[in-house]
């Protein structure tokens, strides 16, 4: 009976406007509303119990809008780097994580996708995880909102592939088929020590927009074609921990590595509550 109203309860997002909400959404995150807008941020900080002592502005009148409400800074300390192999790049509840089973990815129970869809249809690079691991990570309302990363690379590429944008809560992973292949995303390609490293940033319902540090925000626009960006004429080395990208307005990240590199620490579980810096595994 659980399984038939979870079912029913997911179905209304198939019909809603779910771009005009998300356009929407955005819209009123970045405005300056004033006292609207500080209400908007003071009802947020009660409803989803936001800590704010962590905050590098701990103050909430001192945010003009909501987005830079919803991507603040965190005060230097809050989220130590641990000294290992990879860390933690964000502050989320596991998803799922483990093996890719040749080339897919495990999403519930009934659901699995390729790495191929995921990536926006390139075989050759979704080939170089056949075998791999993967760990997907969803970011709640309350969690800080900026991606670091979880260990040292070099860009080489980054796709934006247009999509859908359903909600990317637990519920709804386990009833949308192929949920975060089919959502708007942004795969962005990284070489490392270990070989290729993927960490793709998915979209959903009310995400006004995904920026990272080197580009700034890559939607809007909301293009009906994947478009692509190449860096391999370009020096943009990235640090273990340091910041990567950001969301406007919460979402998930699926990360990709290639065959036997990567063992999860003991303590990992689905549904485990985890923190940016914290050890994520061990590198072979």
């Not at 309860?9 to 909400?21: D, E």
């Not at 609207?36 to 947020?44: E, G, K, S, V």
């Not at 994580?97 to 249809?121: C, M, N, W």
């Not at 089919?182 to 490392?192: H, I, P, Q």
Request: one cysteine or more.
């Amino acid at each position: 009976m659980t399984d038939v109203s979870d079912r029913l309860a997911v179905t209304p997002q198939y019909l809603m406007p779910k771009r005009a909400l998300t356009v929407f959404a955005g819209w009123v995150a970045n405005l300056r509303g004033g006292p609207i807008t500080q209400y908007l941020i003071r009802d947020f900080i009660r409803r989803y119990a936001v800590n704010m002592a962590e905050a590098a502005n701990a103050d909430p009148q001192g945010y003009a809008t909501f987005n830079e409400f919803f991507t603040r800074a965190l005060r230097e300390g809050a989220r130590p780097i641990a000294d290992a192999s990879l860390v933690c790049p964000v502050d989320a509840a596991i998803s799922q994580f483990g093996p890719i089973e040749h080339d897919q990815i495990f999403q519930a129970k009934g659901h699995s996708y390729s790495t191929r869809a995921l990536v926006g249809g390139d075989q050759q690079l979704a080939h170089r995880f056949d075998h791999g691991h993967f760990a997907t990570l969803y970011l709640a309302p309350k969690d800080y909102h900026r991606i670091h990363m979880p260990c040292e690379g070099r860009l080489t590429r980054m796709i934006y592939v247009p999509g859908d944008l359903f909600s990317v809560n637990p519920l709804t992973a386990r009833h949308v088929p192929s949920l975060f292949a089919r959502n708007e995303r942004v795969v962005c390609v990284f070489d490392t020590a270990f070989g290729p490293f993927i960490n793709v940033l998915v979209g959903a319902t009310i995400v006004g927009s995904v920026a990272t540090v080197w580009h700034g925000v890559v939607n809007p626009p909301r293009t009906p074609g994947i478009r692509e960006w190449t860096y391999e004429g370009k020096d943009i080395t990235l640090r273990k921990g340091e910041e990567m990208g950001r969301f406007l307005l919460g979402s998930t990240i699926v990360m990709l590595f290639p065959r036997s590199v990567v063992t999860f620490t003991r303590d990992w579980a689905p549904s485990k509550p985890v923190r940016l810096g914290e050890p994520m595994g061990t590198l072979a």
